[in-house]
């Protein structure tokens, strides 16, 4: 009998309740993960979320017959379901939960070669052991019912979510998981649930029928996950949601454009930032309505989602819509931005002054206020009749508008130059004479203004659909007879 046979008869008498698995000699209390490929030496992670090293576990390269008896080991223990259950099986991938190992074994055609990755969490810790103030402990047990809890990956954000789920157990609260897989270590009196027939929904249609006080959602990931965890907090669940984040406010703005913004209050009220093992930040937020720091005008008030420092109450952002756009601006300790709505505002301003001239002017006068130029003729457009149109746009734009002439008007470029257009999935792309290569073109269609770029080489100017002048050229130009590109004079 070959040894290789021989170990596999081995395995196969091994008793079921306590499987002797080859992996667990790659652990000890100090690794976080175990990291085996085919034809490589086994590394593995050892130390402490956030402070951690990757080294060799082993000075011998893993062949492919070792690794399938360690996935054959493993198999067989999950045949006893109170140690572990299959959660995803695809072709060349597999991710068993066993005990509180979750194992990731991916082969061909999915990964190039035969690969098992076994993470461990080496610590468990209770609400306790993160050392919370009674004031954050105490909007835990009688305020907090959205909680985000964010991080970068390894930081230690499915630790702090089991010890929130232990947590409101203990309390006599009713909880469940939403996992894939399920590898949070809670209390047994915790329930956790994974994708019922390959669906959040079809789990999400079953947690409300038993009615838990609390569901620890780990992690929301999908856009469709973003809605379920929406549709669950407003049907009166308490919910803690799990997402990748490298700031806390990045936590926040992964909501945006998932689902409103108006209620996005509703759906979060803490969002706690988790680095390096501990709890570094802890938002707050509450919904508005206000004129937006930064702004003078009384009737600009809007609906304004505020972010505050939990702990401090220190206002450090706002969400609101400017224009037709919901966009995050930082606020200082004094309640001004700290960036100014002139470096978020300025590209949204012009779009909107485009259709009355065509190369309008803006300058920034002070916070809400600004002095727009624009050519003579344009100016009654601009106005509107008795001031409806200035009005009307200041509201939009959550500004005072000031207008001025031009003081001198931009001379239309005198040379007209050949092109080819082409289009690829992001660009615009127009070739011209390579002798112009290094000059400045403006774009110009039925002699009104689009905008200059610089020639590049070889004669190509490259305009990316997504620019400020992608944009203008997609709004105004109807084909490209229409279109004329002239060469622009010093």
């Known amino acids: 009998m070959s040894d290789l046979q021989k170990s596999e008869s081995e395995f196969s008498i091994s008793e079921q309740q306590t499987p002797d698995l080859e992996f667990l000699k790659f652990f000890d209390p100090t690794t976080m993960s175990i990291h085996l490929k085919e034809n490589q030496k086994p590394l593995g992670k050892k130390g402490m979320p956030g402070s951690f090293e990757l080294v060799e576990l082993d000075t011998k390269t893993l062949h492919r017959d070792y690794l399938e008896i360690i996935t054959n080991q493993i198999l067989s223990a999950i045949d006893d379901e109170t140690l572990g259950n299959t959660e995803i099986s695809k072709p060349g991938a597999l991710v068993i939960q066993y005990r509180d190992y979750r194992i990731a074994i991916t082969r061909p055609p999915f990964s190039e070669l035969l690969e098992i990755t076994i993470v461990h969490p080496i610590k468990q810790m209770s609400l306790e052991d993160y050392?919370?103030?009674?004031?954050?402990?105490?909007?835990?047990?009688?305020?907090?019912?959205?909680?985000?809890?964010?991080?970068?990956?390894?930081?230690?954000?499915?630790?702090?979510?089991?010890?929130?789920?232990?947590?409101?157990?203990?309390?006599?609260?009713?909880?469940?998981?939403?996992?894939?897989?399920?590898?949070?270590?809670?209390?047994?009196?915790?329930?956790?649930?994974?994708?019922?027939?390959?669906?959040?929904?079809?789990?999400?249609?079953?947690?409300?029928?038993?009615?838990?006080?609390?569901?620890?959602?780990?992690?929301?990931?999908?856009?469709?996950?973003?809605?379920?965890?929406?549709?669950?907090?407003?049907?009166?669940?308490?919910?803690?949601?799990?997402?990748?984040?490298?700031?806390?406010?990045?936590?926040?703005?992964?909501?945006?454009?998932?689902?409103?913004?108006?209620?996005?209050?509703?759906?979060?009220?803490?969002?706690?930032?988790?680095?390096?093992?501990?709890?570094?930040?802890?938002?707050?937020?509450?919904?508005?309505?206000?004129?937006?720091?930064?702004?003078?005008?009384?009737?600009?008030?809007?609906?304004?989602?505020?972010?505050?420092?939990?702990?401090?109450?220190?206002?450090?952002?706002?969400?609101?819509?400017?224009?037709?756009?919901?966009?995050?601006?930082?606020?200082?300790?004094?309640?001004?931005?700290?960036?100014?709505?002139?470096?978020?505002?300025?590209?949204?301003?012009?779009?909107?002054?485009?259709?009355?001239?065509?190369?309008?002017?803006?300058?920034?006068?002070?916070?809400?206020?600004?002095k727009v130029f624009v050519s003579g003729d344009s100016i009654p457009a601009l106005i509107g009749k008795a001031g409806k149109t200035i009005q009307e746009l200041e509201k939009s734009l959550g500004l005072h508008i000031d207008v001025e002439e031009h003081g001198a008007q931009r001379e239309l470029p005198s040379q007209s130059l050949p092109y080819d257009f082409s289009e690829s999935g992001t660009a615009l792309i127009f070739e011209v004479d390579r002798q112009f290569t290094g000059n400045v073109a403006s774009f110009v269609v039925n002699d009104e203004f689009l905008f200059s770029v610089r020639i590049g080489k070889r004669g190509k100017i490259k305009v990316l659909k997504r620019s400020s002048e992608g944009k203008r050229f997609s709004r105004f130009v109807n084909n490209d007879d229409n279109l004329e590109i002239f060469l622009k004079r010093d």
Do not use: C, W
């Not at 838990?212 to 999908?222: L, N, S």
């Not at 304004?304 to 969400?319: A, G, P, Q």
């Open 131 to 370: 050392q919370l103030s009674e004031k954050l402990m105490s909007r835990l047990e009688t305020q907090a019912e959205g909680i985000l809890i964010s991080g970068a990956p390894g930081s230690g954000k499915s630790t702090l979510a089991s010890g929130i789920a232990n947590f409101f157990n203990r309390s006599g609260k009713i909880v469940k998981t939403f996992e894939s897989p399920r590898d949070l270590q809670v209390d047994s009196g915790v329930t956790q649930y994974t994708r019922l027939d390959g669906s959040f929904e079809n789990s999400a249609d079953i947690l409300l029928l038993v009615r838990p006080d609390y569901t620890i959602f780990d992690e929301v990931r999908r856009r469709e996950d973003f809605r379920i965890f929406s549709d669950l907090r407003l049907t009166g669940v308490g919910m803690v949601g799990v997402v990748h984040a490298n700031t806390p406010i990045d936590a926040i703005q992964r909501f945006i454009g998932k689902i409103e913004l108006g209620i996005i209050p509703n759906v979060l009220d803490t969002v706690i930032y988790v680095k390096d093992g501990g709890i570094s930040k802890v938002y707050r937020l509450e919904l508005k309505v206000k004129v937006p720091s930064g702004m003078v005008e009384q009737d600009l008030a809007r609906p304004v989602i505020e972010i505050s420092d939990f702990e401090t109450n220190t206002l450090e952002y706002e969400i609101y819509t400017f224009g037709e756009e919901n966009i995050i601006i930082p606020v200082d300790e004094n309640g001004s931005q700290k960036t100014g709505i002139e470096h978020l505002a300025e590209e949204k301003i012009l779009d909107r002054l485009y259709r009355f001239d065509s190369h309008p002017k803006v300058e920034f006068l002070g916070p809400g206020r600004i």
